[in-house]
Nanobody, 119 residues
Framework: QVQLVESGGGLVQAGGSLTLSCAASGRTSSMYAVGWFRQAPGKERELLATRGWNDGSTYYVNSVRGRFTIPRDNAKNTVYLQMNSLKLEDTAVYYC????????????WGQGTQVTVSS
């Protein structure tokens, strides 16, 4: 089992920055990818960015590429979502999720953290 705990959400003004954290624990040696998702009210959950747990490869969807990055602190088993130039439409609950060897689904999820961007 892998446990994921997000933190760092809050209220930020449009144009500002915020960094979310996703701390992984448990059988992290079985992980091969971590991703950040978000879900806005009335909308489906959407993938934002992924990072290979071991190779560090990254992927960003068009809507956040150039504004968000997904660095990792290996010593802390923590992955971050650094968000810059935030827009009102970035308001959502943000989740991190993990994939483990032998399972192509996003098997493990954090509890989510609220990000609210104000004008």
């Amino acid at each position: 089992q892998v446990q994921l705990v997000e933190s760092g959400g809050g209220l930020v003004q449009a144009g500002g920055s915020l960094t979310l954290s996703c701390a992984a624990s448990g059988r992290t040696s079985s992980m091969y990818a971590v991703g950040w998702f978000r879900q806005a009210p009335g909308k489906e959950r959407e993938l934002l960015a992924t990072r290979g747990w071991n190779d560090g490869s990254t992927y960003y969807v068009n809507s956040v590429r150039g504004r968000f990055t997904i660095p990792r602190d290996n010593a802390k088993n923590t992955v971050y979502l650094q968000m810059n130039s935030l827009k009102l439409e970035d308001t959502a609950v943000y989740y991190c999720a993990g994939k483990v060897v032998g399972d192509s689904s996003w098997k493990f999820w954090g509890q989510g953290t609220q990000v609210t961007v104000s004008s």
